[in-house]
């Protein structure tokens, strides 16, 4: 299983850019990197997926660089409402060896 | 994407009894998971639940505290089994999907006295 390392918290202010960084070193071949965003007291919500370079959605992109050791998780303009805890999840769901790691509470600051 | 629901939303209860957990989906999926969130805490896997087949429990989890059952593939079930302070928690089912995401129920909040 691919372990994920990612900062415990992060602070922001309104309007800026975050990125969260995830550390999976040792990354299978086949395997993909999904980000959740979790509310208190909700169940967690998908992000975004990438399995290589960089994919945009409407909520946010995802970086992944050639050797897919590590990725970027980037939040544009933040607002009030982004503050969760985020979580870099590393495998393949079918066979569901993905582990959710300690996650990164980011708090947006007005 | 899935739309799920967990019933009961929370509940209080007293040590030595159980309590099932129902999670509905509104589409047929194969795989659906349980998980277990403590406060503050990340999420725990407990088991896949397979549809005709017995649920794969993860290293820590036993069928006899946690026996699920997968009667069709739009609904599971999750029993704590004689339960004490430490099962207090937040359940969470959720369904894989085939592009590899999860997703995920509100969550059942367990308050065990």
């Known amino acids: 299983l691919a372990k994920t390392t990612q900062p415990i918290s992060m602070d922001s202010y309104e309007g800026q850019e975050v990125n969260i960084t995830c550390s999976h070193n040792?990354?299978?071949?086949?395997?993909?990197i999904t980000w959740y965003q979790q509310f208190p007291s909700q169940g967690p919500r998908f992000i975004i997926q990438g399995y290589k370079t960089k994919v945009t959605n409407e909520v946010a992109s995802l970086f992944i660089p050639a050797d897919r050791k590590s990725s970027t998780l980037s939040l544009p303009r933040v607002s009030l409402s982004d503050t969760a805890v985020y979580y870099c999840l590393v495998g393949v769901s079918w066979n569901n060896d993905m582990r959710f790691g300690a996650g990164t509470r980011l708090t947006v600051k007005p | 994407s899935a739309v799920i629901s967990q019933k009961p939303s929370r509940d209080i209860c007293q040590r030595g009894t159980s309590l099932t957990i129902q999670c509905q989906v509104d589409?047929?999926?194969?795989?659906m998971f349980w998980y277990r969130q403590q406060p503050g805490q990340s999420l725990t896997l407990i088991a896949t639940?397979?549809?005709?087949?017995?649920?794969?429990?993860e290293s820590g989890f036993v069928i006899d505290k946690f026996p699920i059952s997968r009667p069709n593939l739009t609904f599971s079930t999750l029993t704590v089994s004689n339960m004490s302070p430490e099962d207090s928690s937040i359940y969470l089912c959720s369904v894989g999907s085939d592009s590899y995401e999860q997703y995920f129920g509100p969550g059942t909040r367990l308050t065990v006295t």
């Open positions: 639940a397979n549809q005709g087949s017995e649920a794969t429990y």
């Open positions: 040792n990354i299978a071949t086949n395997d993909y």
């Open positions: 589409s047929q999926v194969t795989m």
